[in-house]
């Protein structure tokens, strides 16, 4: 019992006892945590991401103040993004992005507007926030956060076109919101809304964005290949992945969209017809070796870990009492309606019933927005911690789908199954009319032999 208390201690010092060498002793063990709640989700299917957010919880209840590492976390959160996004854009293929952008634009800007009219109408006239407010918290939860949906989405078992179709959605309501509410924000004197302006402002930022993350896997192919015999170069890509986020951000284009561009067009297969006529007009691009792609795995992994772990820290890091958790219930009925518009929009959407049953774990919010309701002005603390509630639930209630679904619990059932299904039933059943007709039968002539 002693050891476990002791365990536990070093896990979650307190912030009276806290010290470097209980920081580092934490830093070390999670890692090793992190490690085994990855061999929990591939032998039981319950997503490591969710408990390495509940580990960052148990951390804050049990007295961690996770305020003083807040400008910490913040740059935490962005190197994630970046990171993950990078990762996702090496097994991003462009026939499967195109494909799902064609299959799946009305299932991505339906959810997008539904869940945003619906937190409008919940946030505006059941709980009596303003119409700016209401409409803003509705666009903000209208996104779903890529850093939460690849993590979940990579290990699981479904086809690529899916998988691709998830982050697709994902980056782009996270573009597409955080465009929409700094536009609000910055427009907010004026009375008409011009939508005219606003699509063509939408489709210049993400064409600026992709060209820039076309460029720069040019550029940095050029570079690369010129010090790739140096020693001690493999990190080199992961800094110029950073440089080029921040450059996004700076010169005001979609840092996500560039990241995902960049990772696709470096990671193009070695016959692909891009590499082909780019080699004609004498332009080369690289390709990550095995080792290096292990690296940037094991790399992207950690960040990952400590991504999750302070993002359960940082929810939960408010004093628990009954206005909190009457906000708490709010945030639940929130979340509730945001799931059930994306399960009627599915029922209505009429395509692969399999993969239905992923495509509704796929809309949990995160970074985007937990940035963008503080960035409002005079947001009040009700608005944000039902905010930071909605997230949390998202996460749980996504988990909790994937966990459901991986094993064979599902709200969709495949048609082809249910008819299979049917056919054997209708089988057994005839089956069975026949033995029982050959028991009459039997029973018959043993009666007449008997007379």
């Given at each position: 019992?002693?050891?476990?208390?002791?365990?536990?201690?070093?896990?979650?010092?307190?912030?009276?006892?806290?010290?470097?060498?209980?920081?580092?002793?934490?830093?070390?063990?999670?890692?090793?945590?992190?490690?085994?709640?990855?061999?929990?989700?591939?032998?039981?299917?319950?997503?490591?991401?969710?408990?390495?957010?509940?580990?960052?919880?148990?951390?804050?209840?049990?007295?961690?103040?996770?305020?003083?590492?807040?400008?910490?976390?913040?740059?935490?959160?962005?190197?994630?993004?970046?990171?993950?996004?990078?990762?996702?854009?090496?097994?991003?293929?462009?026939?499967?992005?195109l494909?799902?952008?064609?299959?799946?634009?009305?299932?991505?800007?339906?959810?997008?507007?539904?869940?945003?009219?619906?937190?409008?109408?919940?946030?505006?006239?059941?709980?009596?926030?303003?119409?700016?407010?209401?409409?803003?918290?509705?666009?903000?939860?209208?996104?779903?956060?890529?850093?939460?949906?690849?993590?979940?989405?990579?290990?699981?078992?479904?086809?690529?076109?899916?998988?691709?179709?998830?982050?697709?959605?994902?980056?782009?309501?996270?573009v597409?919101?955080?465009?929409l509410?700094?536009?609000?924000?910055?427009?907010?004197?004026?009375?008409?809304?011009?939508?005219?302006?606003?699509?063509?402002?939408?489709?210049?930022?993400?064409?600026?964005?992709?060209?820039?993350?076309?460029?720069?896997?040019i550029?940095?192919?050029?570079?690369?290949?010129?010090?790739?015999?140096?020693?001690?170069?493999?990190?080199?890509?992961?800094?110029?992945?950073?440089?080029?986020?921040?450059?996004?951000?700076?010169?005001?284009?979609?840092?996500?969209i560039?990241?995902?561009?960049?990772?696709?067009?470096i990671?193009?297969?070695?016959?692909?017809?891009?590499?082909?006529?780019?080699?004609?007009?004498?332009?080369?691009?690289?390709e990550?070796?095995?080792?290096?792609?292990?690296?940037y795995?094991?790399?992207?992994?950690?960040?990952?870990?400590?991504?999750?772990?302070?993002?359960?820290?940082?929810?939960?890091?408010?004093?628990?009492?009954?206005?909190?958790?009457?906000?708490?219930?709010?945030?639940?009925?929130?979340?509730?309606?945001?799931?059930?518009?994306?399960?009627?929009?599915?029922?209505?959407?009429?395509?692969?019933?399999?993969?239905?049953?992923l495509?509704?774990?796929?809309?949990?919010?995160?970074?985007?927005?937990?940035?963008?309701?503080?960035?409002?002005?005079?947001?009040?603390?009700?608005?944000?911690?039902?905010?930071?509630g909605?997230?949390?639930?998202?996460?749980?209630?996504?988990?909790?789908?994937?966990?459901?679904?991986?094993?064979g619990?599902?709200?969709?059932?495949?048609?082809?199954?249910?008819?299979?299904?049917?056919?054997?039933?209708?089988?057994?059943?005839?089956?069975?009319?026949?033995?029982?007709?050959?028991?009459?039968?039997e029973?018959?002539?043993n009666?007449?032999?008997?007379?």
């Open positions: 019992m002693r050891r476990n208390i002791l365990l536990w201690k070093i896990i979650m010092p307190s912030n009276d006892t806290i010290s470097i060498d209980i920081i580092i002793l934490s830093i070390g063990l999670i890692v090793f945590i992190a490690h085994i709640f990855k061999s929990i989700f591939e032998r039981t299917n319950i997503p490591d991401v969710l408990l390495l957010i509940i580990l960052g919880i148990f951390i804050t209840l049990s007295g961690f103040d996770s305020t003083s590492f807040t400008s910490v976390g913040n740059i935490l959160f962005e190197i994630a993004l970046a990171l993950i996004l990078f990762e996702a854009g090496i097994h991003l293929k462009f026939n499967s992005l494909q799902s952008i064609k299959s799946y634009s009305f299932l991505i800007f339906s959810t997008f507007l539904l869940t945003t009219l619906a937190v409008f109408l919940i946030s505006h006239y059941l709980f009596v926030f303003s119409f700016q407010h209401s409409l803003l918290l509705g666009i903000i939860l209208a996104s779903i956060s890529p850093a939460v949906v690849i993590p979940l989405i990579e290990n699981i078992n479904t086809s690529n076109n899916l998988k691709s179709t998830a982050i697709v959605e994902a980056t782009l309501t996270d597409l919101s955080i465009f509410v700094i536009s609000i924000i910055h427009d907010s004197g004026s009375d008409v809304f011009q939508l005219s302006k606003f699509s063509k402002s939408l489709f210049f930022l993400i064409l600026k964005s992709c060209a820039i993350g076309i460029g720069a896997s550029i940095w192919s050029y570079v690369f290949m010129k010090i790739r015999t140096f020693p001690n170069t493999i990190f080199t890509s992961i800094a110029f992945i950073l440089i080029l986020f921040g450059l996004s951000h700076s010169i005001e284009a979609s840092a996500p560039t990241i995902l561009f960049f990772s696709m067009i990671s193009l297969p070695s016959n692909s017809k891009v590499r082909y006529y780019g080699e004609k007009i004498k332009i080369s691009l690289i990550f070796t095995e080792t290096e792609k292990t690296l795995s094991e790399v992207i992994f950690i960040v990952k870990t400590f991504f999750f772990v302070y993002l359960g820290m940082k929810m939960s890091s408010f004093d628990i009492s009954f206005h909190v958790i009457f906000i708490f219930i709010k945030s639940l009925l929130l979340t509730i309606s945001i799931y059930s518009i994306r399960y009627l929009i599915l029922v209505i959407f009429k395509k692969n019933k399999e993969g239905n049953n495509l509704l774990a796929m809309i949990p919010k995160g970074l985007a927005a937990a940035v963008l309701i503080s960035m409002i002005k005079d947001s009040s603390e009700d608005l944000i911690l039902l905010t930071y909605v997230i949390l639930n998202s996460i749980f209630i996504s988990s909790i789908l994937v966990y459901f679904r991986e094993r619990k599902v709200l969709f059932k495949n048609t082809k199954q249910m008819d299979n299904s049917n056919s054997e039933n209708k089988v057994n059943s005839s089956f069975n009319d026949s033995s029982n007709s050959k028991n009459i039968n029973n018959f002539i009666n007449k032999e008997d007379i």
